[in-house]
Structure formats: structure tokens, C-alpha cells
């Protein structure tokens, strides 16, 4: 969800090269693509938790890692030339937005991957709304039920 690579490239080398293993159990090639994923009501809100990503990123590959910024930290931040590189790097590789929005970037996203599930990561610096990012998500794609309600709470504490 974060490297260099093109998701769809790498996933048809994989399809193509794939060989059963009866030591895995994989008779069939399976892909799950990682998606950084900040969702909010506010699209503006969930811009401004995508920017807190990158300005987490940008400090990882420029040797400076630390804690996940807040996005008034982010949004007050002075930002160096590589700083904004890094982040415009980071742009097709994360998805910030309303539900609607995420589902629609999420869908393609997986689409161009051939990918047979995703799998998300929320880097959201508020344990409140990092859950409610979770839980906007899956009422986006339609999910919900004791599996969503278990699982948030467990979600937050990550």
C-alpha cells in the first residue's frame, strides 16, 4: 500500500508465474491489495487525515520517522521540497475522501489490480476517528452486523 510498485504489474507477474503448492495449500492464485484508506463525513476532514499520512511517510523516507501527526499538525506544517514530493508520490497509492468517494476509489483501485480482496490500513492519528473511518467504510461497501461492531473496537486500539 505504500511501496513503489504498480499494484496491476505486480499482480500479473504474480498470476502468470504462479505454480500450486500442496506445502501452502494455494491451488489458485490469490491477490489482496493494501490500501491506506482515511474516510470521513467531511471530505474536507478526511483531505486533511490523508495529509497527516503523508507528512508521516514523508518523515519515514526522509530518515525522520515519529508519531503519526494530527492533521492541524500536518496542515501547519512547513514543508520542505522533498517533503512535498514524498506526498505527491504517496497520492495514487492512498484514498481519502466521503464513504461514496472511498468505495469509488477503492473499487477502481482493486479493478486495476485484479485484486481478490483489499485489505486496509487507517492511519488516522485519533483513535475515535480512525474507528469511525472503519465504520463509514464498511457501511459504504454495505457491510455491517456483529463482525464490524467487534472488530472496531479492536481497530481503534491498533
Not at 15 to 36: K, T, Y
Not at 53 to 66: C, F, K, Q
Not at 128 to 149: Q, T
Amino acid at each position: 500500500h505504500f511501496g513503489g510498485a504498480d499494484p496491476g504489474e505486480a499482480t500479473r507477474i504474480y498470476r502468470q508465474g504462479f505454480r500450486p503448492s500442496d506445502a501452502a495449500g494455494a491451488q489458485e492464485p490469490h491477490v489482496i491489495l493494501a490500501a491506506a484508506v482515511m474516510c470521513s463525513e467531511d471530505p474536507e476532514r478526511a483531505r486533511a487525515m490523508g495529509r497527516a499520512h503523508a507528512l508521516s511517510m514523508a518523515r519515514l523516507r526522509t530518515g525522520n520517522p515519529g508519531p503519526l501527526p494530527s492533521p492541524e499538525e500536518a496542515m501547519s506544517h512547513d514543508w520542505s521540497a522533498i517533503e512535498l514530493q514524498v506526498e505527491q508520490g504517496m497520492a495514487p497509492k492512498m484514498t481519502a475522501g466521503t464513504p461514496d468517494q472511498v468505495r469509488d476509489d477503492l473499487e477502481r483501485r482493486a479493478r486495476e489490480a485484479d485484486a481478490d480482496e483489499i485489505m486496509l490500513v487507517t492511519p488516522i492519528h485519533d483513535t475515535l476517528e480512525r474507528r469511525r473511518s472503519y465504520e463509514l467504510v464498511a457501511e459504504a461497501f454495505g457491510v455491517s452486523g456483529p463482525a464490524v461492531a467487534s472488530a472496531a473496537p479492536s481497530l481503534a486500539q491498533a
